[in-house]
C-alpha cells in the first residue's frame, strides 16, 4: 500500500516536472497583416505571427514564412492607426456629398507595427513590416530578443530600468 502511494506521488512529481519544462515553451500566437518584405507572398498578406523554438513564424493560407531569431539584425516597435471603414467603401465615402466622407475617415483605430530586418542565409539583407493589435508588438519583440534576435531600440522593460538606477545615484 505505501509503495503504490510512492508511486503515485513520484509520477504526480514527473508529470509537474515535464508539464513546466513544456509550459516554458508556450507561444503566443497573434493576428498579423504582412505588409511588405517576406519573399514570396503578396502585400498586405493576413495570417497569424507567433515565435517558436528561435523561429519568428508567419502562419499564412499560401503556408509559412521562416526568419530564425539569429539571423535578425534589428526589431523596432511602433503605433499607428488606420480608417475604420476601408476598401472599396473607404474611397467610395470621400465621393459622399458636403465633405460628409471626410469625416468618416476621421474614425482611426489604434495598432501596432513590428519590423524586422534580418539576413537571408545567402548573408542578403532583407526587411519585413508587420501590423499587430495593440499591445502585441512589443511582447513579440521581448520574445525575439530572448531567443537571440537584436535590437538597436530597448525593450519598454529594458528602458525603465536605467532611469529607476539613476534615480538612486
Known sequence: MIASV??????????????ATYGQQARTV??????????GLKENSKGRLTVINGTLRFIHPQGNADVTASSIQDVV???DS???????L????????????????LFRTKLDTLTIRYRDADGGLHGVIFTVPLGKAELIKQ???????HTSIPTQA????????????
Open 77 to 79: 516597435t511602433g503605433t
Open 143 to 149: 520574445e525575439l530578443i530572448a531567443q537571440g534576435a
Open 90 to 105: 473607404g474611397t467610395l465615402t470621400l465621393l459622399a456629398p458636403f465633405g460628409s466622407g471626410r469625416v468618416l475617415s
Open 6 to 19: 510512492k508511486a503515485v506521488l513520484i509520477a504526480v512529481t514527473l508529470f509537474f516536472c515535464f508539464a
Open 30 to 39: 497573434t493576428e498579423a497583416v504582412q505588409l511588405i518584405g517576406l519573399p
Open 82 to 88: 488606420q480608417r475604420v471603414i476601408g476598401g472599396t
Open 158 to 169: 529594458d528602458s525603465k530600468t536605467p532611469a529607476a538606477d539613476s534615480k538612486e545615484k
